[in-house]
Nanobody, 116 residues
């Protein structure tokens, strides 16, 4: 089992920045790719960014150039630096960890609200 705890969400004005953190504990040796997803009211959950165990990254087109995902394996933590935030970024952001076998793990989510 893997436990994921997100932090860093909040309310920010358009153009502002936030950094989300996701701390993993438990059977962390099994984790490969870690990712951030988000879900806005009335919309499906969507991939925001992901990072492999070797550091390769992938971003949704809507956040490229504004968001940066990083990973500190020594601290078992993944980060999402979000700059130039827009109202359209408002959502609950979820941390996701993919083990070598089995289903992915999810955090409880953290709310990000961008005011116009």
């Amino acid at each position: 089992q893997v436990q994921l705890v997100e932090s860093g969400g909040g309310l920010v004005q358009t153009g502002g920045s936030l950094r989300l953190s996701c701390a993993a504990s438990g059977s962390i040796f099994s984790i490969t790719t870690m990712a951030w997803y988000r879900q806005a009211p009335g919309k499906q959950r969507e991939l925001v960014a992901r990072i492999s165990s070797t550091g390769s990254t992938d971003y949704a087109d809507s956040v490229k150039g504004r968001f940066t995902i990083s990973r500190d394996n020594a601290k078992n933590t993944v980060y999402l630096q979000m700059n130039s935030l827009k109202p359209g970024d408002t959502a609950v952001y979820y941390c996701n960890a993919l083990p070598r076998m089995g289903l992915a793990y999810w955090g409880q989510g953290t709310q990000v609200t961008v005011s116009s």
